[in-house]
């Protein structure tokens, strides 16, 4: 079993930052990859970003310039700086991580923290 615990969220005004973090615990595997995931109010969950136990990057083109994650493998712990904020990206996030087995894989997901922006 794998445990994430995220903090950080809150409100701020548009254009303003806020820095997420996540810290995992339990059976983390070597190769895995975390990731922030977002929902907001009737939409569907959307991936914003994700990093690999290599440090390989993406992002959703939505955030691309504007979110930075990174990652402290010694502290597991994955981390998700947020400039520029716009009120569209009011929803709660969620911190995940994927472990690798092979073939095979197994997600895990955190509580989710809100992140709202006001205009």
């Known amino acids: 079993q794998v445990q994430l615990v995220e903090s950080g969220g809150g409100l701020v005004q548009a254009g303003g930052s806020l820095a997420l973090s996540c810290a995992a615990s339990g059976s983390i595997g070597s190769i895995n990859a975390m990731a922030w995931y977002r929902q907001a109010p009737g939409k569907q969950r959307e991936l914003v970003a994700r990093i690999t136990s290599l440090g390989s990057t993406n992002y959703a083109d939505s955030v691309k310039g504007r979110f930075t994650i990174a990652r402290d493998n010694a502290k597991n712990t994955v981390y998700l700086q947020m400039n520029s904020l716009k009120p569209e990206d009011t929803a709660v996030y969620y911190c995940?991580?994927?472990?690798?087995?092979?073939?095979?894989?197994?997600?895990?997901w955190g509580q989710g923290t809100q992140v709202t922006v006001s205009s």
């Open positions: 995940t991580l994927k472990n690798y087995y092979g073939s095979t894989s197994r997600d895990y």
